[in-house]
């Protein structure tokens, strides 16, 4: 059965930083995809950044220049590296990776929460 466990959340401040995880486990291929959405409340979810098997990112306008997203693929992992946070950046981060043929699998979200 493949999971995906994201770890690294947690309370920061304004302008702080913090780096969430993620892994999947119960396959032995690498996802075509990987990424972050998030969900605050009262809102869809949205996406945050995705990295391909062949090295390109996305990123929404809203955290451009502020989130790097990169990917461990011999460790099937993908990290988010969050810098200069703000309040709007409260919510829960959900990990999702997508394979080849167009299959989604999502992990259970991390709470991330930014002081003002």
């Known amino acids: 059965q493949i999971q995906l466990v994201e770890s690294g959340g947690g309370l920061v401040q304004t302008g702080g930083s913090l780096r969430v995880s993620c892994t999947a486990s119960g396959t032995s291929f690498s996802f075509y995809a990987m990424g972050w959405y998030r969900q605050a409340p009262g809102k869809e979810r949205e996406k945050v950044a995705v990295?391909?098997?062949?090295?390109?990112?996305d990123y929404a306008d809203s955290v451009k220049g502020r989130f790097t997203i990169s990917r461990d693929n011999g460790r099937n992992t993908v990290y988010l590296q969050m810098n200069s946070m703000k309040p709007e950046d409260t919510a829960i981060y959900y990990c999702?990776?997508?394979?080849?043929?167009?299959?989604?699998?999502w992990g259970r979200g991390t709470q991330v929460n930014v002081s003002s």
């Open positions: 990295s391909t098997s062949g090295g390109s990112t």
């Open positions: 999702n990776g997508m394979t080849r043929t167009g299959l989604d699998y």
